[in-house]
């Protein structure tokens, strides 16, 4: 996966995001180290993935900051590979793209699904506003508008944006 950000997306939480997870070995990776996984051999035989392609993506997980590579044996020197705070930080993203996905598929079709550990029931990921507990879904109520870094092009965007929601103004990508 390309490293490069266009220069108007360097702003854009959602571009640096996928930047660091947004390419299909990386979230399997992540999603195996959930599941307790922490060394090459068990990343390698779960996702039966090459050494080359491995190595490369634990490299660039570590580099990000999102596992922490020690070793657990010393002749020869092994190494795992441990979530790191941020590294756990998303397992939130992954239960929601694993829901999101189980949400397409017919029940008989779902190959994995999250259940509540101490009785098995199947849960149900929502994401919500931590203070109201509203579901996040509705487009309409809950938008994104510019940050306190946001630059004046930013700024412009989502002042155009809240215009256009108010009905002051044409509608995204129109003249």
């Known amino acids: 996966m390309s490293r490069k950000i266009r220069l108007e997306d360097r702003q854009c939480p959602l571009s640096t995001t996928v930047r660091h997870v947004g390419e299909w070995w990386t979230l399997l990776i992540l999603h195996d180290a959930f599941d307790g996984y922490t060394r090459f051999d068990q990343f390698q035989q ?3 993935i090459s050494t080359s392609m491995l190595t490369a993506r634990l490299k660039t997980l570590v580099a990000d900051g999102l596992l922490e590579r020690r070793p657990y044996q010393e002749n020869p020197v092994r ?3 441990v979530l790191t705070e941020r590294g756990r930080s998303l397992r939130p993203v992954i239960v929601a793209l694993a829901a999101w996905g189980n ?4 029940p008989e079709d779902r190959t994995m699904i999250l259940v509540d550990a101490e009785t098995g029931r199947e ?3 929502v994401v919500v506003d931590a203070r109201t507990g509203k579901s996040l879904d509705d487009s309409a109520a809950y938008v994104f508008t510019a940050g306190p870094a946001a630059d004046g092009e930013m700024r412009a965007r989502y002042a155009e944006l809240g215009r256009q929601r108010r009905g002051d103004g044409p509608g995204p990508g129109t003249a």
């Open 123 to 125: 849960t149900e990921p």
């Open 103 to 106: 949400r397409h598929l017919a």
């Open 46 to 48: 779960s996702l039966s």
């Open 79 to 81: 190494h795992e590979y």
